[in-house]
């Protein structure tokens, strides 16, 4: 699997319209706040290019792309944090994803009640945003008050994770996510246990109006400059849009698209957008079997990577047979490609990188 995605904003901002394109999977959409309680989970296929264009050259028996795993999870209101709309509830889901998707709503429609009242990407960013350090300010305050009891009794692990402790205390106090530290190793550690939401990478998702997708709107605009001074990324989508894109056939999708001004769809995108926010790359395999696409982070081993297809080739493994992706393509095939001395045999160091196309050989 490619990597987990929270869908996380204010009630009535597209969440679970743009969850139901993306995922298909009929989540429920109604014009009232809380519609949805426990978290809707839907797996969604990654669309690569590369792997049909793979496919096409090998014509295996299966293609499987990688996913991810989007969570939608209950709109959060102002006062989430001391439970304000069941909203402790709503926050536990997301400590449990890699990265969140923070939608935001950029389209007027004075059919879609907004909790607030009114559109104001700012004002609803920063009501997000503060709800998600209060709730991690307060576990990191129990966490404090725990560490500096044990540090005075001589604890050296206290000892070591109190200086950590205090830094994100501080740093949450002042306003600020814990992702706009620079993580240290003895920071790591803590931050693994504490599970902190403010130190998930985020997309920001500006929901705008039809009219607005061939031009960047006030709106989202606003979105933009935030997650620049933040480091954040942007992905602009009308969730109604891709609702239509999710009905269509495989076939029909490009000339939708192409009708609309767009190259590739809302999906595409925050699925580009968040392997690159999370370091993450894909290797290929590819067989008479399967052709399939598998992801790491970027950095990752041959050995390490063998791993994630299965133990076993960890265990066994022997070497890696590389051939890039374009080595791959402009060759015709793996054969080819062998004859031409395109083939690398490399061993358990190897770096892998994205697009290679790789057979492990390994001892059962």
């Given at each position: 699997?490619?990597?987990?995605?929270?869908?996380?904003?204010?009630?009535?901002?597209?969440?679970?319209?743009?969850?139901?394109?993306?995922?298909?999977?009929?989540?429920?959409?109604?014009?009232?706040?809380?519609?949805?309680?426990?978290?809707?989970?839907?797996?969604?296929?990654?669309?690569d290019e590369r792997l049909y264009r793979l496919a096409q050259i090998v014509k295996p028996d299966k293609v499987a792309p990688t996913s991810v795993e989007f969570l939608d999870i209950a709109g959060l209101v102002k006062g989430a944090s001391k439970g304000e709309g069941l909203g402790n509830q709503f926050l536990g889901h997301i400590r449990n994803v890699d990265a969140i998707a923070h939608i935001v709503r950029c389209f007027e429609d004075s059919d879609v009640i907004h909790v607030a009242g009114s559109v104001d990407p700012k004002r609803d960013i920063d009501i997000i945003n503060t709800e998600l350090i209060l709730a991690d300010l307060e576990g990191v305050e129990k966490r404090f008050d725990k560490t500096a009891r044990l540090a005075k009794t001589g604890d050296k692990?206290?000892?070591?994770?109190?200086?950590?402790?205090?830094?994100?205390?501080?740093?949450?106090?002042?306003g600020k996510p814990i992702r706009s530290l620079e993580i240290n190793d003895d920071m790591k550690e803590l931050l693994k246990e504490l599970n902190l939401m403010t130190s998930k990478p985020v997309l920001y998702v500006a929901n705008v109006d039809e009219n607005w997708l061939q031009t960047e709107s006030p709106y989202a605009a606003t979105v933009r400059e935030i997650a620049k001074k933040e480091g954040a990324r942007v992905v602009v989508m009308c969730g109604k849009v891709e609702a239509e894109i999710a009905e269509l056939e495989e076939g029909e999708r490009a000339e939708f698209l192409k009708g609309l001004g767009l190259k590739e769809s809302g999906l595409d995108r925050l699925a580009r957008e968040g392997y690159e926010l999370l370091g993450l790359i894909t290797f290929f395999t590819a067989g008479k079997k399967e052709v399939r696409a598998w992801t790491i982070t970027k950095g990752t081993n041959a050995v390490?990577?063998?791993?994630v297809i299965h133990s076993d080739i960890e265990k066994g493994f022997?070497?890696?047979?590389?051939?890039s992706y374009a080595d791959y393509i402009n060759s015709g095939s793996e054969i080819s490609a062998k004859e031409k001395g395109l083939m690398r045999l490399q061993g358990k160091d190897y770096i892998v990188q994205d697009g290679d196309v790789i057979y492990f050989r390994f001892a059962v």
């Open positions: 699997m490619g990597f987990t995605c929270g869908i996380v904003g204010l009630p009535n901002v597209g969440k679970s319209t743009i969850f139901n394109a993306l995922t298909s999977a009929g989540a429920k959409a109604s014009n009232f706040p809380f519609c949805t309680i426990d978290p809707n989970v839907g797996m969604v296929p990654v669309r692990n206290a000892i070591a994770a109190l200086d950590a402790c205090k830094i994100f205390k501080e740093t949450l106090e002042n390490v990577s063998a791993a022997i070497r890696a047979e590389v051939i």
